[in-house]
């Protein structure tokens, strides 16, 4: 864990029982989400589909 006195390992070990709200974890994820440079913002969506795929919808099986 790279601890250098016991405090320190009882502080990490304590935090194992640390439980976020969903209001908590969506904060989290919006301010870790990278904001995509201009040109890939350009091909989401139906500008994928139809560069991609020609504009048919490809769907799993």
């Known amino acids: ?31 870790g989400r990278p904001d995509l440079p201009m040109l890939y913002g350009l091909f989401g969506g139906d500008l994928r589909r139809q560069v991609v795929f020609g504009g048919a919808s490809v769907l799993a099986r």
């Open 1 to 31: 864990m790279g601890v250098s006195r016991v405090s320190q390992l009882a502080d990490n070990i304590a935090t194992i029982d640390l439980r976020l709200s969903p209001g908590h974890l969506a904060a989290l994820d919006a301010a």
